[in-house]
């Protein structure tokens, strides 16, 4: 579930959910692989600023950080870990 994609000269980044990694292709979408994040929440945007200094920023405030394109990311700010919810339903019968 892709959410975001990012492109500079013939760079190209696509991030969404799971979140623990980033699709990466050096050749406009030719050839991929794979760079993992270590990151547990979705990512929602990634931006990069030329082909080694980039931002993903995920659910709960998470933004991940690289400088030498994507082979790793640093946490830049951590945000919660999970989300959970708790719903009750009380019926009147």
């Known amino acids: 579930d892709f959410r975001c994609v990012a492109s500079v000269d013939k760079h190209v ?9 980033v ?8 050839t ?9 929440v979705p990512a929602n945007a990634i931006h990069f600023l030329d082909d ?3 931002w993903i920023a995920g659910d709960l405030g ?7 394109g994507g082979k790793t990311w640093q946490v830049q700010k951590s945000g919660g870990q999970r ?8 019926s009147g019968t």
Request: glycine share 14%; aromatic share 6%; hydrophobic share 35%.
């Open 13 to 21: 980044w696509v991030a969404g959910r799971p979140g623990g990694f």
């Open 23 to 30: 699709l990466h292709s050096p050749d406009l979408g030719k």
């Open 32 to 40: 991929w692989e794979v760079q993992k994040t270590d990151s547990t």
């Open 52 to 54: 080694k200094t980039g």
């Open 62 to 68: 998470c933004i991940l950080g690289t400088t030498d």
């Open 83 to 90: 989300a959970a919810a708790l719903c009750l339903h009380a």
